[in-house]
């Protein structure tokens, strides 16, 4: 998935997401999920604020 990509970023998980589920991935929630993973510690992004554009690690 994402995690094997260089910098991957949020529309790109979003998009493998889509594939993998074969369904439509609303970025109103996805978006709010990333944000906790990043407080878990799960993920980091290098713009915490928006995830369309920073890359998630």
Known sequence: ???SED???G???KDELEEYYEK???H???YPNLD???DKG???SQSPLDFASGSLH
């Open 36 to 38: 906790t993973l990043v």
């Open 42 to 44: 799960l993920v980091v």
């Open 7 to 9: 910098e991957p970023n």
């Open 11 to 13: 529309l790109e998980l």
């Open 28 to 30: 109103g929630r996805l």
């Open 24 to 26: 439509e991935i609303h």
């Open 1 to 3: 998935m994402a995690a």
